[in-house]
């Protein structure tokens, strides 16, 4: 309310948008109230009151919520942005939360200026006090709203607030701003530096292990969030422990996957197991597939020679067990998989090919069994790469 009227008084021209969670006995007064200040005073006012769902964190839940409330809204309206008033406090609680968490922040406490949902969102308070802010309404007569929500420390941002935040004097909030300040300082320079080096030569995993920790971390952070991945310092840390001592690690990051191909650090989809049963040929080459395609047949390890009675064909991602028959004996595709040195990704995907008794008749790279070889192959299936 503060700001707003500030933007009033300077003669900004503005409009509110307010969202309803329904989620506190006075929010419904708070809305009347907005929506009456808003009218007095001849400033458009956009409010979103549908019943408010979610699943998880309330607050993180609320505040992609208003965001993405407040995108519509400029998008709309043809506004240049977004005003925020998040204050020093806000500012201070966020630093001493990042801390507490043992976290690698993309900015210490508050940015000045980001983009959030596509728009540019600015908070001009950031070097006002919520005392201050509050007396400033007091002075013009704006009426507050207190959350008690707010009261509950046993959440760690309400803790924050009223036992260390609500303590300090100005001289020590200023101590820490000055200590964000050069925090932010390294942290935008190892990041630009680290930044630099990426794009010159890729994140490559010896290059990766030449740098000092903190560079690691940052470049893993910044790959991460790239793919809407955070961790926390520690969680950097175990990851970072994996590629300091395995050439070719495969590490669960949700619905993905960080790997190395190439030499290439890299965030890759998780392949799902597939597979195809195809009656004939004409079948097998219509089929659409990121993770082989089929040609035609060439002599060599991709090429198979299909008999009548092998069909249908099933083109399917490996399973444990799988072996196949060659002239020097049965081998195992696992040991194959090592033999080659076909890196952990590519083995989740890779394309086998069984006949319709379910024995494996080609392994792509490796070759096809002992009966189903001729200098004439039916055709040739090549296996894919595949990367985000």
């Keep these: 309310m503060a700001l707003l009227d500030m933007c009033i008084s300077a003669g900004i021209s503005c409009a509110a948008a307010h969202v309803n969670y329904h989620h506190r006995p006075e929010a419904q007064e708070e809305e009347e ?38 995108a519509r809204v400029v998008k709309e309206h043809g506004f240049s942005g977004v005003l925020t008033a998040h ?16 976290i690698i922040p993309e900015t210490w406490g508050l940015k000045e200026e980001r983009m959030i949902e596509g728009v540019l969102v600015c908070r001009p308070l950031l070097d006002k006090t919520k005392a201050e802010l509050e007396d400033y309404c007091v ?13 509950d420390c046993s959440l760690q941002r309400n803790r924050i607030r009223h036992e260390i935040i609500d303590t300090m004097s100005m001289a020590d909030r200023q101590l ?8 932010n300082a390294v942290l935008q320079e190892r990041r630009c530096r680290v930044n630099a080096w990426v794009r010159e030569a890729g994140l490559k995993l010896p290059l990766y292990r030449t740098w000092g920790e903190e560079d ?21 840390q175990e990851i970072d422990a994996v590629l300091m001592t395995h050439d070719d690690p495969l590490i669960p990051l949700g619905s993905l996957l960080l790997a190395v191909q190439d030499s290439f650090i890299r965030v890759m989809e998780t392949p799902e197991p597939y597979a195809f049963t195809v009656r ?12 082989f395609k089929v040609e035609e047949g060439v002599p060599g390890v991709n090429a198979v020679t299909v008999k009548e009675e092998d069909w249908p064909l099933t083109v399917r991602s490996p399973k ?7 002239r020097f004996g049965h081998k195992s595709v696992h040991r194959f998989f090592i033999d080659r040195k076909i890196p952990r990704y590519d083995r989740l995907c890779w394309p086998i090919i069984t006949n319709c008794k ?30 985000i």
Excluded at 48 to 63: H, I, L, Q, V, Y
């Design 87 to 102: 204050h020093m406090d806000d500012l201070l609680e966020t630093y001493f939360m990042q801390e507490e968490k043992g």
């Design 139 to 151: 002075q013009k007569q704006i009426r507050t709203f207190h959350d008690v929500t707010n009261d």
């Design 216 to 236: 690691r971390l940052t470049a893993l952070r910044d790959a991460l969030l790239a793919h809407g991945i955070t961790r926390s310092r520690r969680g950097l």
């Design 280 to 291: 004939n040929l004409s079948e097998l080459q219509a089929v659409s597939a990121p993770d």
């Design 176 to 183: 820490v701003l000055r200590e964000i300040a050069g925090k």
């Design 320 to 326: 444990d067990g799988d072996r196949i028959a060659m």
């Design 358 to 387: 379910g024995e494996v008749i080609l392994v792509p790279g490796l070759g096809c069994d002992k009966g189903h070889y001729s200098i004439c192959p039916s055709f040739s299936v090549l296996q894919l790469s595949r990367c």
């Design 33 to 70: 109230y907005v929506r009456s200040f808003c009218r007095e005073r001849g400033i458009p006012c956009h409010v979103k009151n549908d019943p408010f769902e979610w699943t998880g964190n309330f607050e993180a839940a609320a505040r992609q919520y208003r965001y993405a409330f407040f």
